[in-house]
């Protein structure tokens, strides 16, 4: 009498390997990313009742272009696709949001539910943009992938001027916001509420992001950047990751430019031109790819970069008109120099440079080093024990 084995076909043990006990590090990343927003969301409120209004203001502005150089990095830093178009996905969060707000003023709706409205249709919107330039991205490479991202950054500012009715062309729209909540108080700095506002914001985007780099998805983008050939054998649709890694960073984009037309309440063409883009991609080169830490150091960078450049034409004696052309182009100068310094002499960026000291100082000292542990011979010989 024989016994007859059960064979489970292949895609059904696939399936019964996706569908088993869940892996516990799960969890303990959403619980550990959740506790450092939360810890990142006690520090900004504490800070912004030390700092002045201004500096508010510009922490503020720091959080809305990390939204931005968050996304790029997921992209260009997880996924290998070169983009210099993400001001012109900016745009389009911050014209969807201002369109929002005016069309809630104009028919007199008020309360504090308005702006996380429109601050959702702007990552909509965006989302949407960068599904359709995500799907033409993704059968392009190298130069022509760079050249189809940089028609994006030339051609949404131009429909801007071109449908003027809707935008109101050179000039831009205003951006209704309402005060800040009766209970906060009358003097209640408005600057520290904009901060608040756009922390809060920036921190639910960064949450979903480090969780999206730690998932799956995360490593399927890495898999995609690091060989597309090998990706695809291990079963990897090339493609649509490519596609969904373009979508993610346009997200961040999208709410990155809502929140800065927030902050400014005004938005025109001018604020996001070619010339943005190419600041934020050389941010996150600079900050160091791949890493979300690095996303903010360059955020920090673009803001620090105006405030370098103004304190360094007040030290020049110029005439009015030399000041502004020399202001104008001194950040893409000072960018470009430190680009090259930073790729010379840390290629990780300001992250890879800080991590690489950390290692160092965290690293045993050579002289208390352990020696390393022999085997008993007989194990090193693969011979039983000695009687």
Do not use: K
């Not at 059904?12 to 892996?23: E, L, S, Y």
């Not at 504490?46 to 201004?54: K, T, V």
């Not at 389009?92 to 409205?117: E, H, I, K, R």
């Not at 450049?309 to 960018?335: M, W």
């Amino acid at each position: 009498m024989s016994a007859t084995r059960a064979v489970t076909p292949p895609d059904t043990q696939a399936r019964v390997g996706r569908t088993g006990p869940a892996d516990p590090r799960r969890g303990s990343t959403l619980l550990r990313h959740l506790g450092l927003a939360a810890v990142a969301a006690l520090l900004l409120v504490a800070a912004s009742y030390g700092l002045e209004p201004f500096r508010n203001f510009q922490l503020a502005t720091v959080a809305a272009y990390l939204c931005a150089t968050a996304g790029l990095t997921v992209l260009t830093g997880l996924n290998g696709q070169l983009s210099l178009g993400h001001g012109a996905l900016m745009a389009t969060g911050a014209y969807t949001v201002a369109l929002c707000q005016n069309a809630f003023a104009d028919s007199g709706m008020t309360g504090g539910w308005l702006l996380p409205v429109s601050l959702g249709a702007a990552v909509l919107a965006a989302l949407a943009v960068g599904a359709v330039v995500g799907v033409a991205a993704a059968r392009l490479r190298g130069p022509y992938l760079a050249g189809v991202t940089l028609a994006v950054a030339v051609v949404v500012p131009a429909l801007t001027v071109t449908f003027d009715g809707v935008f109101n062309g050179e000039q831009g729209l205003a951006v209704p916001v309402e005060p800040p909540p009766a209970a906060l108080g009358v003097h209640f700095p408005y600057e520290r509420w904009q901060l608040w506002v756009t922390a809060a914001a920036t921190l639910l985007a960064l949450l979903l992001l480090a969780n999206v780099v730690r998932s799956r998805y995360g490593r399927t983008f890495r898999a995609v950047r690091d060989d597309e050939v090998a990706a695809r054998l291990a079963g990897i649709h090339v493609a649509r990751t490519q596609v969904l890694a373009f979508v993610v960073s346009a997200a961040g984009a999208g709410l990155g430019g809502a929140l800065l037309a927030v902050l400014a309440q005004s938005v025109s063409p001018g604020a996001f031109s070619l010339t943005l883009s190419l600041f934020l991609l050389m941010a996150v080169v600079i900050g160091g790819l791949g890493s979300l830490a690095g996303a903010a150091w360059g955020a920090v960078l673009l803001v620090a970069l105006p405030d370098l450049t103004h304190a360094v034409t007040e030290q020049l004696t110029l005439s009015p008109a030399v000041a502004q052309r020399v202001e104008g182009n001194l950040p893409l100068a000072i960018f470009g120099l430190t680009l090259v310094v930073v790729m010379i002499a840390a290629p990780g960026g300001v992250q890879g440079l800080l991590s690489r000291l950390a290692r160092a100082f965290s690293a045993r000292p050579a002289g208390r080093r352990r020696p390393p542990r022999r085997r008993p011979a007989d194990s090193r010989l693969g011979g039983g024990r000695t009687p």
